[in-house]
């Protein structure tokens, strides 16, 4: 059987895990808690990263499981990356949907933004660069040396409409990025990945053509 990976998901099914031969694979931490706590029950708002990933691994207990933050507002002291690396963490996203502690949509990297480079760095972490727009990425590639990748990001060139959820980067970034060694992720999610606005109703074949067209770019 083909191993089977994936470098961001949300919400892990454990019966998956037991059902499919899974390689290493990436969940992202604390973006949606309302919905995680559906999910699996018992899930709560954790005072530390730290906390965090180790109550993800008991429910992981039976497969190979990596973490990311998207939510990073999630990682409250840049010196929690040494200790969260050694729990299973491999990647943070520097910005998600709204200004941050790292972040500034308006000013880009704040003192603690350079502090957590250089943190990625020397714990030899990768740094995710989705939801940025071009000249933001352009901007942090400018500032940092590092490992990267773009965990969830579609071509804007494909797009006919631009949704307000698609993480869409043009043709020239994606080149830059991959000068850099960036690892790509494209998104299995009808509003982000299709050159039209998809619906739920609509066959998957047109769906499914836009995610091979994505990634042939």
Known sequence: ???????????????LLKSVDIDTSVVALEVYPDLL????????????????????????????VKFTIENVTLLKEI??????????????????????????????LTVLGHQLLQGLIENDLILDLSHLNDDEIRYVLSEYSGKIMVSHCVCSDLIETIHPRTNAISSETIKVLSEHGCLFGIPFINNLVTKISHDTYESDSGIMQDIFSQIFC
């Open 1 to 15: 059987m083909n191993k089977i990976s994936f470098i961001h998901t949300h919400y892990f099914p454990t019966k």
């Open 37 to 64: 706590s559906k999910y699996y029950g018992d899930y709560d708002i954790f005072d530390s990263l730290e906390e965090c990933i180790s109550w993800h691994n008991e429910q992981y207990s039976e497969g190979t």
């Open 79 to 108: 010196k929690s990356l040494k200790r969260a690396k050694e729990l299973g963490l491999i990647a943070v996203q520097l910005f998600h949907s709204q200004t941050n502690a790292y972040f500034d949509k308006k000013r880009g």
